[in-house]
């Protein structure tokens, strides 16, 4: 059952808002196109990963897809961590000539490394999915309160009050109490607190959550009528991540794809991710992994293939893309 939205054209549209075929003026370009871009993704830009202050993003989902669409993007998916909270807010926002993918940024564990999961255009009401979804999100608020112990314990004068500030109505996690540090002049950055020393995985502060297994998350995904994509899987500067082996049975259980290119992937690690992809089968995806201010990336900073995006909307059975208010004409 589509969860979301009605059904609209999927046809791809240029940012002039003519079909291909219908009439549209030749595009000249003033610059060679980079070596493997085509002509299409050079004008369709596609960013499906961002976050807004439904969980650790700055911006309201209602300013993130008029950002989105300042920023020049034809696509943005809203994946906020563990939850759909922001949909209504940024399905009821979205500007004219964008189109909106819903999603969400799932918290999953495997033999003991945390990794995240992108899960788009599932059906948000489908019960199994749902609750999983809120055995992760109701660990949230004790998991913080047992950090914000630790740093207590280390001499660090955050209080819960100040964290919850900073969280305001979104899903509390590591990125509010980050926030905290900075204020609190213990780090120059977000980036900079999550670090062994204080809030990486089995840093001095960490806390364990409740976070799902992958392989049940791509089921419960794909029971929704969802698609999902490994995200940031060789950001090591976060922590530990999975050894290929295990992206290899992750694809064998069904994953779609993965995230190669992010700003937390050098040059190098994104060329393996995307051998790696080929071998496997998997879908490749390029996005911000936007927080508005509380990191430095920008919309659109990576985007994805508007072929690459085409098959995740031919895949999905569970929403459909949202198209922006007079776009009878979605992407």
């Known amino acids: 059952?589509?969860?979301?939205?009605?059904?609209?054209?999927?046809?791809?549209?240029?940012?002039?808002?003519?079909?291909?075929?219908?009439?549209?003026?030749?595009?000249?370009?003033?610059?060679?196109?980079?070596?493997?871009?085509?002509?299409?993704?050079?004008?369709v830009r596609i960013d499906l990963h961002t976050?807004?202050?439904?969980?650790?993003?700055?911006?309201?989902?209602?300013?993130?897809?008029?950002?989105?669409?300042?920023?020049?993007?034809?696509?943005?998916?809203?994946?906020?961590?563990?939850?759909?909270?922001?949909?209504?807010?940024?399905?009821?926002?979205?500007?004219?000539?964008?189109t909106l993918v819903t999603g969400a940024e799932l918290s999953c564990r495997l033999d003991g490394v945390g990794l995240h999961m992108l899960a788009y255009l599932f059906d948000p009401e489908e019960p199994d999915l749902l609750r999983e979804r809120e055995l992760v999100r109701d660990d949230r608020?004790?998991?913080?309160?047992?950090?914000?112990?630790?740093?207590?314990?280390?001499?660090?004068?955050?209080?819960?009050?100040?964290?919850?500030r900073i969280a305001?109505?979104?899903?509390?996690?590591?990125?509010?109490?980050?926030?905290?540090?900075?204020?609190?002049?213990?780090?120059?950055?977000?980036?900079?607190?999550?670090?062994?020393?204080?809030?990486?995985?089995?840093?001095?502060?960490?806390?364990?959550?409740?976070?799902?297994?992958?392989?049940?998350?791509?089921?419960?995904?794909?029971?929704?009528?969802?698609?999902?994509?490994?995200a940031h899987p060789a950001a090591a500067k976060r922590g530990q991540v999975v050894p290929e082996s295990a992206i290899a049975e992750l694809a064998a259980a069904g994953l779609d794809g993965i995230e190669a290119d992010h700003m937390d992937h050098d040059p190098a690690a994104r060329a393996r991710l995307k051998g790696l992809a080929a071998e496997l089968g998997l879908l490749t995806t390029g996005s911000s992994d936007y927080h508005g201010s509380r990191k430095t990336c920008v919309l659109g900073e990576f985007t994805t293939d508007p072929e690459i995006y085409g098959e995740i909307t031919r895949r999905a059975t569970g929403a459909f893309p949202v198209p922006g208010a007079g776009g009878a004409a979605g992407i």
């Open 1 to 43: 059952m589509r969860g979301a939205v009605t059904a609209h054209s999927r046809a791809l549209v240029r940012r002039s808002g003519a079909r291909p075929g219908a009439g549209a003026a030749p595009v000249t370009l003033e610059c060679p196109l980079p070596p493997g871009q085509s002509l299409e993704s050079a004008l």
């Open 51 to 98: 976050h807004s202050t439904a969980s650790d993003g700055t911006d309201t989902p209602a300013e993130l897809v008029r950002n989105a669409a300042a920023a020049g993007l034809d696509v943005v998916a809203l994946t906020d961590h563990d939850t759909t909270r922001g949909y209504a807010e940024a399905i009821a926002a979205v500007p004219e000539g964008l």
């Open 141 to 164: 608020v004790p998991r913080a309160h047992g950090m914000i112990r630790k740093l207590q314990e280390l001499g660090v004068p955050v209080a819960w009050e100040q964290v919850a």
């Open 168 to 230: 305001g109505d979104g899903s509390v996690g590591r990125p509010h109490i980050a926030t905290a540090l900075v204020e609190l002049g213990v780090v120059p950055s977000v980036s900079d607190a999550f670090t062994p020393d204080w809030l990486a995985d089995g840093g001095r502060a960490y806390v364990e959550k409740h976070e799902s297994d992958p392989f049940e998350a791509i089921r419960l995904v794909k029971a929704a009528g969802g698609v999902t994509v490994f």
